[in-house]
C-alpha cells in the first residue's frame, strides 16, 4: 500500500469507542491535515463487549459484511460471536469521503481488505495500551486475545468492553502491524456467512419490508417509450378505488398512493395512465439491427490472405437484471430533513438526487441500506437514481413516509439494461495453425460512453477492450491504467476497431459486465482451433506460453473435467477462459443434444484465481451463481424493444434459468498472490464453454446469444 | 372482515375479498418474510403453505383461504431448527437471500409429500427462480434436509 492509514479515535455516549481511519495519499509530502480522505468510523466498541462493524458496503448476496468483519475480527483478535455488521448509515458522518460509496464492480474486498485490516490492528493496538495501563504493566507484556487483553506474566485479563473508553482517549497508533498470515484465524476459512440465519427465518428486511408509523404505499407506472409524457388518466376512477389517497406526477409518469401496496397497484389499473411521444419512439428489432449492422459495415472489412481462413460475426441482444426484489424506496421529507430506506448499491447518487431536489444539506439527509434483494448493477441507476426521486417527491409532497414500490412490470421494462453487442472477427491461420491475421471489429451499445461526453468524441469505447486479445491501443490505455487488462493470447497480428452504437436506450453494469467479449473471444479462439485441426484446450495452451496464471487454470480445469477422455454419444465439453477485472477463470462445460435438438448442461468445472481471498465457500457460491447467470444467459435471457418499448414484462417472458437448469458445477479456487480481486470471473466463460461444447457435440456453431429458439440440430 | 389462521394464530383483516393474500399476509398483518417478486405466480417468492400444499399468496384471494391452515416462514419454526432451515444454514445456501423464504417453503412443502426426493424430483418440485443462482446448494441443501427429516424421525 503506497498509501498511510491514519486511525481516527472518538469517544462515544455511554463509554464506548468508535475507531476509524483516514487516508494519507502521499505522506512524504503533506500533512496528515492535507489532501486526506476521511473514510469515517468502521468499529465501534461498546461497554458490553459488542463490536459493530460498519461496513462500507451494501450486503447483496455477495458476502462482503462477513468478509469484512471477518477481515477486522483477525487483526482485533475479537470474539466472533460479538460481532453484528451494519450497512454504513448515513454517508456523511459515518463514512465522509471524496470517492462515492458505492457496491459493486468487484470492488467490496479489493478496495477494503488493506484498509480494514490496518484499522483492526491499529484498534488492537490501542486496546493493548489502555489495557496496559489499566493493569500497571508493560505494553510488551500484554497479548490481545478473542475479545481481551491479557496480562501474560500475571495471567489477568480484561474486556475490550471494560477498555473502550480508556481506549478513545489514546492517540492511535501511526502504523499497526499487521499480522502474519499464518496466525489468520478467520481469513481464508470457511466461515458461515452472518446475514444467513435472518435469511431463513423471514427476518431479514429488505427495502420492501421497512415499515414506519403512518406509512403510505405507492405504485407507479412510468411511460414505456422511454423519456415519454402521460397523455390522460383516468382520475375519477383512481380515486374511487377503496384506500387510494392521492395521484401524484412523477417524471415521465404517475403515481398512486394508497393504504396497501395492493390498493395503490389497482388505484394505479383503475387510473388507466396513457402515454405520448417519448426518445426511443422509433426502436425495434429492424431499427436496432440496422444501427449494428451499419456501425459494424463503417468499420470495412481487410483482405485475408492464406489458406485458412474465418470471417465470424458473434451478437449478443440486451439484458435486464431482473432481480427478485423490484426497484424500491421509503422516503420521510420533512422541512428540514430527508430520510431514505431501500436496497441501495449507490449511495452517494442517492445523496445527491435528494441535495438536488430538496435543497438539503447533507447533515439532514440520511440514506440506511437494507438488505438488498439481487443487485447485479441493476440499482446503479445512471441517468439518476430514479426510485429514489419517485419516493422522495411523493413524500415531499404528502408530508408522509411513504414506500414506492415497482410492479415486476415497471421493473423489467424500465431497467437500465447491459447494452447489445455484435463483434466480427477475420481471422488467417498460418502454417502452424496458429493465427497470422486477427481482425477484430466490434460494435457495441456502452453504459460507461452513454454516461461520459469525451468518450463520445472520442468514440472510444473503453468496455470493449477488457477480457479482449487486442493490443494496439488497448496495450497503450491499459498498460497505463490498468495492467490487469493486458491481453492474455500471444497472437500475431492482432487489429482491433470498435465503434458505439448511438442508443436513447437507458444503460447500465451488470453482472460480469463485460462477460460478451470473453463469449466473441473465446468462440472465434475454439473456430480457430477447430480449422487448424488442432485440440481447442491444447490450441489456447500454445497461445497462453507467456501467462503462466492463465495456463495454469486451463491446465487445472482441464484437469478436472477429465478433459479429453471418452464421452457419452450426443455428448460434447468446451472449454473457456477469461480475464476478468484481474480475476482468472477457466472453464469446462459438458452438454448433450437429443435428436430434437434439446440441450442439457450437465456438468460445468471452473478453476478460479481471484488471488488471494478472504472467505473461500462464499467465492464458490459466487462462483456457482456466476455459472447458474452464464447458463441463463446462453440459453434464454433477452430484451427486445417493439414501437420505442420493451416487448418483455414479466418472467413469463423474460425467462431465466431455474432449478432444472442447473448443472452440477464444480468449482476449484486456485491459491494465488495476486490481487484481491473479485468472483465474478466465474460468468464470462461459461456461455462460450456451453457453445463450444454444442459444437462439439453436434458440429452446428452457434454465435447468437442467447440460443432461444435457434435449432441446434 | 375475513378471519385468516395464519401460522395457528386467528386474524381478522379488514380487506376486500379478493385481495390476494400475499398482501394481506405482508401490510396487513404485517409478517413481511414472504416476499413480492413477480404478482403472476412465475417467481414462488411469495409461497406460503395451504395445508401441506405449497402457494403462491400472489395468486389466490383471501376469500379463497379464509379458515384455512396458512404457514409462512415466520411460522414453519419457533426457533429457525425446522430441517429445511437448518440444512439451508449448513449448505450456506442464501445469497442475497430475497427469494429463499419462498425457496425454503416450497422444499418444505415438496419433502412433506416426498422424504427423499431424487435430483430430478427436485428439479420438478422445484419452480421457485433465484436470480443469484443458489441452486446447486438449494438441491444439496434439500437432500440434507431428507437426512435430518431421517434422523428425527
Keep these: 500500500m503506497n498509501r498511510r492509514t491514519f486511525l481516527k479515535v472518538t469517544a462515544v455516549a455511554g463509554g464506548g469507542l468508535l475507531v476509524g481511519c483516514t487516508f494519507q495519499s502521499n505522506p512524504n509530502i503533506s500533512a496528515p491535515t492535507a489532501i486526506s480522505e476521511d473514510l469515517g468510523l468502521f468499529i465501534r466498541i461498546a461497554k458490553d463487549n459488542s463490536i459493530t462493524i460498519i461496513s462500507p458496503t451494501s ?52 478496495l477494503w481488505w488493506d484498509r480494514l485490516a490496518n484499522i483492526g490492528a491499529g484498534t488492537r493496538e490501542l486496546l493493548i495500551e489502555a489495557g496496559a495501563q489499566k493493569m500497571g504493566v508493560l505494553v510488551k507484556e500484554c497479548e490481545a486475545q478473542n475479545g481481551h487483553v491479557l496480562h501474560r506474566p500475571s495471567s489477568r485479563k ?65 411511460s414505456p417509450v422511454f423519456g415519454g409524457k402521460v397523455k390522460a388518466y383516468d382520475k375519477a376512477a383512481a380515486m374511487a378505488v377503496r384506500g387510494v389517497e ?9 403515481s398512486v398512493v394508497a393504504d396497501s401496496t395492493w390498493h395503490a397497484q389497482k388505484g394505479l389499473e383503475a387510473l388507466n395512465v396513457q402515454f405520448e411521444v417519448g426518445a426511443t419512439a422509433g426502436i ?104 429514489v426521486e419517485q ?36 481471422i488467417s491461420l498460418g502454417d502452424d495453425g496458429l493465427p497470422s491475421q486477427w481482425q477484430n471489429q466490434q460494435a457495441a451499445g456502452s453504459q460507461w460512453v452513454q454516461n461520459d461526453k469525451l468518450l463520445q468524441i472520442l468514440d472510444l469505447n473503453p468496455m470493449a477492450y477488457s477480457s479482449s486479445a487486442h493490443s494496439g ?25 470498435s465503434t458505439v452504437v448511438d442508443l436513447e436506450i437507458p444503460l447500465g453494469w451488470w453482472r460480469s459486465f463485460m462477460f460478451q467479449n470473453t463469449f466473441f473471444l473465446e468462440s472465434a479462439m475454439d473456430e480457430s482451433a477447430h480449422l487448424a485441426g488442432v485440440d481447442p484446450f491444447e490450441y489456447r495452451i500454445k497461445l497462453l506460453r507467456n501467462s503462466p496464471r492463465f495456463k495454469k487454470a486451463l491446465e487445472l480445469v482441464a484437469e478436472d473435467a477429465n478433459w479429453g477422455s471418452p464421452i457419452a454419444e450426443g455428448h460434447g465439453r468446451g472449454i473457456a477462459i477469461c480475464n476478468f477485472s484481474g480475476s482468472v477463470c477457466a472453464e469446462v462445460a459438458e452438454v448433450s443434444v437429443n435428436k430434437r435438438g434439446k440441450l442439457v448442461v450437465h456438468r460445468v468445472d471452473c478453476a478460479i484465481d481471484v488471488g488471494r481471498y478472504v472467505n473461500p465457500d462464499t467465492l464458490k457460491a459466487q462462483v456457482e451463481g456466476c455459472v447458474v447467470t452464464g447458463i441463463s444467459v446462453a440459453t434464454s435471457e ?31 479456487v486456485i491459491d494465488s498472490e495476486h490481487g484481491p480481486f473479485g468472483a465474478d470471473a466465474g460468468l464470462p466463460p461459461t456461455p462460450p464453454a456451453i457453445m463450444n461444447a454444442i459444437f462439439a457435440a453436434t458440429g452446428k456453431r452457434i454465435r447468437r446469444l442467447p440460443i432461444g429458439r435457434q435449432k441446434l440440430v | 372482515m375475513t378471519e385468516l389462521k395464519i401460522n395457528g394464530k386467528n386474524r381478522l383483516v379488514d380487506v376486500e375479498e379478493d385481495t390476494p393474500l400475499l398482501w394481506a399476509i405482508r401490510d396487513t398483518v404485517g409478517l413481511t418474510g414472504t416476499k413480492y417478486g413477480c404478482g403472476i405466480q412465475q417467481c414462488g417468492a411469495c409461497t406460503v403453505l395451504i395445508g401441506k400444499r405449497p402457494v403462491r399468496s400472489c395468486g389466490i384471494t383471501v376469500g379463497e383461504v379464509a379458515g384455512k391452515d396458512i404457514t409462512t416462514i415466520e411460522g414453519l419454526s419457533e426457533d429457525s431448527k425446522h430441517p429445511v432451515q437448518m440444512a439451508w444454514v449448513e449448505e450456506q445456501v442464501p445469497q442475497c437471500g430475497y427469494c429463499q423464504s419462498g425457496q425454503i417453503m416450497a422444499a418444505a412443502s415438496l419433502l412433506k409429500r416426498n422424504p427423499n426426493p431424487t435430483d430430478q424430483e427436485i428439479d420438478r418440485g422445484m419452480l421457485n427462480l433465484c436470480r443469484c443462482g443458489t441452486y446447486p446448494r438449494i438441491r444439496k441443501a434439500i437432500h440434507r434436509a431428507s437426512d435430518l427429516l431421517k434422523e428425527v424421525s
Design chain 1, 59 to 110: 450486503e447483496m448476496g455477495q458476502g462482503t459484511h462477513t468478509a469484512h468483519a471477518m477481515i477486522i475480527a483477525d487483526e482485533l483478535e475479537a470474539d466472533w460471536k460479538k460481532i453484528n455488521v451494519v450497512t454504513t448509515h448515513t454517508v456523511r458522518s459515518e463514512y465522509n469521503t471524496s470517492s462515492d460509496v458505492s457496491t459493486g464492480g468487484n470492488r467490496g474486498i479489493r
Design chain 1, 158 to 222: 480484561l474486556s475490550y468492553g471494560q477498555l473502550a473508553e480508556a481506549a478513545s482517549r489514546l492517540k492511535p497508533p501511526s502504523s499497526p502491524k499487521l499480522k502474519s498470515k499464518d496466525r489468520y484465524r478467520f481469513v481464508g476459512k470457511a466461515i458461515p456467512r452472518l446475514d444467513i440465519p435472518a435469511k431463513v427465518n423471514g427476518t431479514a428486511i429488505y427495502g420492501t419490508d421497512v415499515r414506519l408509523p403512518g406509512m403510505r404505499y405507492a405504485a407507479v407506472s412510468q
Design chain 1, 246 to 254: 392521492a395521484l401524484i406526477p412523477i417524471p415521465h409518469g404517475m
Design chain 1, 284 to 387: 425495434d428489432q429492424e431499427e436496432l439491427g440496422r444501427r449494428f449492422r451499419t456501425s459494424l459495415d463503417d468499420m470495412g472489412k481487410t483482405e485475408l490472405s492464406g489458406e485458412k481462413v474465418l470471417d465470424l460475426e458473434y451478437e449478443i441482444q440486451f439484458l435486464s437484471h431482473a432481480a427478485l426484489e423490484t426497484m424500491n424506496c421509503t422516503a420521510f421529507v420533512s422541512d428540514n430533513s430527508c430520510e431514505v430506506w431501500g436496497p441501495f448499491q449507490f449511495q452517494t447518487s442517492a445523496l445527491n438526487k435528494i441535495k438536488e431536489m430538496t435543497g438539503l444539506s447533507e447533515d439532514q439527509i440520511k440514506v440506511h441500506t437494507t438488505y438488498v434483494g439481487g443487485g447485479f448493477g441493476g440499482r446503479f441507476r445512471l441517468w439518476g437514481e430514479d426510485f
Design chain 1, 391 to 426: 419516493a422522495v417527491i411523493i413524500s415531499k409532497a404528502l408530508k408522509k413516509p411513504v414506500q414506492v414500490m415497482w410492479s415486476r412490470e415497471e421493473d423489467i421494462q424500465h431497467d437500465y439494461y447491459h447494452p447489445a453487442s455484435r463483434s466480427r472477427f477475420q
Design chain 1, 473 to 497: 491501443l488497448s496495450s497503450v490505455l491499459f498498460s497505463t491504467f490498468a495492467p490487469k487488462f493486458k491481453p492474455h493470447y500471444d497472437i500475431a497480428g492482432v487489429n482491433f476497431d
Design chain 1, 638 to 668: 433477452e430484451i427486445t424493444f417493439k414501437d420505442g418499448r420493451v416487448e418483455q414484462t414479466n418472467y413469463d417472458n423474460y425467462r431465466i434459468a431455474k432449478m432444472r437448469n442447473t448443472p452440477e458445477i464444480n468449482v476449484r
